[in-house]
């Protein structure tokens, strides 16, 4: 059974950083690449980030880009989300996602961790 | 940036019915990369069709997936109690977009 586990939310204040960390079991983790999904409490959903595969390639959206960095180590199957700067308007939940597309990417999500809540308040 | 509007917000039905929901793009989009997701209350997303008409693994086929150019729909043929929830479309390929979702109620 594929699982994704999400940890590291907290109550943080404007202006701090943050690493949260995903880890995943039950497929092969090398050969997938992931994503950081985010929703805001009752809003709706904003990919973030991408990391290939092959750790070649990444990606941001606009509204992270320069604040946030994605990582990931295959021995551990887990992928990382540094957050830099956090302002209020990156209060949500965050959510890893595994692409729907082995050994490439497509920007689709076919699993999902439960997620972790990131709080950013003074 | 293509932009997603899914209609209507709030499709109140009941158990049997059938749920019609819209998706609608600001521009024409290749229907291989249009994907929905289901998400209940404190749940993660889940993948039920993408490419715009495939199921995705696991999903009854009471749910079905269409459209072309800038408009897609998700149709769910018998409503169960377990199908209500928040519908959301996604425009996916280079990059991802999210509409702002649909709350299937009863």
């Known amino acids: 059974e594929v699982q994704l586990v999400e940890s590291g939310g907290i109550v943080i204040q404007p202006g701090g950083s943050l690493r949260l960390t995903c880890e995943t079991s039950?497929?092969?983790?090398?050969?997938?690449?992931m994503h950081w999904v985010r929703q805001p409490p009752g809003k709706g959903l904003e990919w973030i980030s991408l990391l290939s595969w092959d750790g070649d390639d990444t990606t941001f959206a606009d509204s992270v880009k320069g604040r946030f960095t994605i990582s990931r180590d295959n021995s551990e199957n887990s992928v990382f989300l540094q957050m830099n700067n956090l302002s209020t308007e990156d209060t949500a939940f965050y959510y890893c996602?595994?692409?729907?597309?082995?050994?490439?990417?497509?920007?689709?999500?076919?699993?999902w961790g439960q997620g972790t809540l990131v709080t950013v308040s003074s | 940036e293509i932009v997603l509007t899914q209609s209507p917000d709030t499709l109140s039905l009941s158990p049997g019915e059938r749920a019609t929901l819209s998706c609608r793009a600001s521009q024409s989009v290749s229907s291989s990369y249009i994907a929905w997701y289901q998400q209940t209350p404190g749940q993660a997303p889940k993948l039920l069709i993408y490419?715009?008409?495939s199921r995705a693994t696991g999903i009854p086929g009471r749910f079905s997936g269409s459209g072309s150019g800038t408009d897609f729909t998700l149709t769910i043929s018998r409503l169960e109690p377990e199908d209500f929830a928040v519908y959301s479309c996604q425009h996916y390929g280079s990059s991802s977009t999210f509409g702002q979702g649909t709350k299937v109620e009863i």
């Open positions: 490419g715009a008409s």
């Open positions: 996602a595994r692409d729907g597309v082995p050994l490439g990417y497509r920007y689709y999500f076919d699993s």
């Open positions: 039950g497929f092969i983790f090398d050969d997938y690449s």
